[in-house]
């Protein structure tokens, strides 16, 4: 069983930047595929970025060149580097581990761009 906990969401203006965090419990987090993912009010959940189990990385062609995915396995952590931010960057946030047969989700954290 893996618990997630995501912090480092807020308001910030156009331009801004911002540092996701999202702290897992338990053993073997080096072994989890760790995503981020976001849902703006009336839109469906989307995938923003992903960082494999051996750090391979990947992201949505929308923020590619401004957020960056990371993880320190020491810490049990994942983080997601969040620059020069757009009003249509405003949404819920969500941590997500995965492996095969198994998947945990973070209670999300609310990201806000508005001048």
């Known amino acids: 069983q893996v618990q997630l906990v995501e912090s480092g969401g807020g308001l910030v203006q156009p331009g801004g930047s911002l540092r996701l965090s999202c702290a897992a419990s338990?053993?073997?987090?080096?072994?989890?595929?760790m995503d981020w993912y976001r849902q703006a009010p009336g839109k469906q959940r989307e995938l923003v970025a992903l960082?494999?189990?051996?750090?391979?990385?990947g992201y949505r062609e929308s923020v590619k060149g401004r957020f960056t995915i990371s993880r320190d396995n020491a810490k049990n952590t994942v983080y997601l580097q969040m620059n020069n931010l757009k009003p249509e960057d405003t949404a819920v946030y969500y941590c997500?581990?995965?492996?095969?047969?198994?998947?945990?989700w973070g209670q999300g954290t609310q990201v806000t761009v508005s001048s």
């Open positions: 960082i494999s189990s051996r750090n391979n990385t």
């Open positions: 338990g053993s073997m987090f080096n072994a989890y595929a």
């Open positions: 997500h581990a995965t492996r095969p047969g198994e998947h945990y």
